[in-house]
């Protein structure tokens, strides 16, 4: 049977307990020197890379807790950068980069569409998977042939009923292409409209303003964008072999920004991967 020895402990000189002085917060007091800057005079903007500047210089952690698209979106209106962490699939982060992108945008590039044949069911589905409350109704050849709101489908009961037969087809309010943002706002103020279709010579949609997106600009002074006018976005790659798709994904998707997720940034691995990225992609 184990037993229990009570040996006779050491007693440790009271000398030896202390190390130092120690402080605690009401115990300092710091004075400020005296400056001739004013705050408002400050410049914080801040080069990310050759090309990318933000307007404050924050970052968020690539981490599955921290990063992902509405707070890479909030970040990215104050004038921060937003960094997708990696722990999903290529697919499902290249959708996070998507819903940033899309969140606003001076001039929706892509817009999502619906085909004149589809219907009132299909409609509603898109509309509330990308929480829009309108599509552009395109033709098989991807001319505008009309517009469908929710105001449309307020009253309609048979959600197999065609959305040509239901959609705005008269008078549709256009902007050619390559009208610019302060033009657009006034179309959409003058008509009284929320999203302005942009077609070409053939009348094809090559673009779609909204009057949120507008009111963004006033809203978030400091966001920072791309050249077409969306939010700007970071994602995190890792060194796997899965990493050159991943890259292509993210910048076909249209990211602005990746970065080498790695515990060790001194590594032969990260190197050899950065020499590989920066070969293959621009």
Known sequence: MASIINAPQAKI????????????FDDVLLVPAYSQVLPRDVEIRTRLTRDIYINIPMLSAAMDTVT????AIALAREGGLGILHKNMSIEKQAEQVRKVKRS????????????DDATIADALQLMRENKIGGIPIVDANQKLVGILTNRDLRFETSLSKKV???????????APEGTDLT?????LSQYKIEKLPVVNKAGKLVGLVTYRD?????????????????????AALGITKDMKDRAAALQQIGVDVVCLDSA???????IDALIVLKKNFK
């Open 214 to 234: 507008i009111l963004q600009l006033h809203s978030f002074p400091n966001a920072v964008k791309d050249s077409f006018g969306r939010l700007l976005v970071g």
């Open 104 to 115: 606003e945008s001076g001039l929706i590039m892509d817009p999502i569409t619906l085909h």
């Open 13 to 24: 000189p009271q000398s030896k307990k202390f190390f130092g002085e120690g402080l605690t």
């Open 183 to 187: 033009k657009a706002k006034k179309i």
């Open 68 to 71: 992902e698209a509405t707070l």
């Open 264 to 270: 060790h940034g001194h590594s032969k691995g990260v």
């Open 164 to 174: 040509r037969e239901v959609m705005t087809k008269e008078n549709l309010i256009t």
